[in-house]
């Protein structure tokens, strides 16, 4: 079946600007999980989803970034007035219920440059 | 505090040879233990895992890890090196509390191999 389909795959945008990033997860996985990954580093948890509501964003860097789930699919991370710091990949990933064993399958990323 | 260590930026090998790719971990209790794979331009592609059970767990690709918990490691390895195993390779932990949402990833291992 298909696996976890992310859009953009790449975005540049100006710095102060708005951007939103999409997240598609595998068909029937409840869990869904936010990481952001900058050069050379590891990817770092961002915010976990169980169903529709965040059951922990304590990685969330500041309340510019915020993310949603409204009907326990798709997925938006929304980042508000944009900072080149920002500029990292995005990636995103599901699991069957969310449960520590289980194993998150990860999406192609999406690209983000701030200028 | 959690953490994952890879100890090594990159690691070369000829073709054929075996290959190890080192981790360490720094968790309380009996962590999961994860091995990703990154190709350029491609999102994290899931290699293994050590849930319980036998130390040593084999996974996609030919690939292998052995878990040894008195020296906290989960190292990656190969018997047979192939040119299409080079890609950036990623150890990861999730503590196994069932609240324990995220995954600590390394900072990545960048594997080369050589015809």
């Known amino acids: 079946g298909a696996g976890v389909s992310q859009t953009p795959s790449n975005k540049v945008t100006e710095k102060g600007k708005y951007v939103e990033l999409r997240c598609d997860p595998i068909s029937g996985h409840t869990a869904l999980y936010w990481y952001r990954q900058s050069l050379g580093q590891g990817p770092e948890f961002l915010i976990y989803?169980?169903?529709?509501?965040?059951?922990?964003d304590s990685g969330l860097p500041n309340d510019r970034f915020f993310a949603v789930r409204p009907e326990g699919s798709v997925s938006t991370l929304k980042i508000q007035r944009t900072e080149r710091g920002d500029s990292a990949v995005y990636l995103c990933a599901s699991s069957l219920v969310g449960g520590p064993q289980e194993t998150q399958y990860f999406g192609p990323g999406t690209r983000l440059l701030v200028l | 505090a959690q953490s994952v260590a890879q100890p090594e930026d990159q690691v070369n090998v000829a073709e054929g040879n075996p290959l190890t790719v080192k981790c360490t971990y720094s968790v309380s209790g009996n962590p999961y233990l994860f091995w990703y794979v990154q190709y350029p331009n491609r999102g994290l592609q899931f290699l293994l895992k050590y849930i319980t059970g036998d130390n040593l767990v084999k996974g996609s690709y030919g690939f292998e890890a052995e878990f040894n918990k008195s020296q906290t490691s989960f190292h990656l390895k190969k018997p047979s090196a192939l040119v299409s195993d080079s890609a950036l390779y990623f150890c990861a932990v999730r503590p196994p509390y069932s609240s324990a949402s995220k995954i600590i990833f390394g900072s990545g291992t960048r594997l080369s191999i050589r015809p």
């Open positions: 989803f169980q169903g529709t509501g965040a059951a922990d």
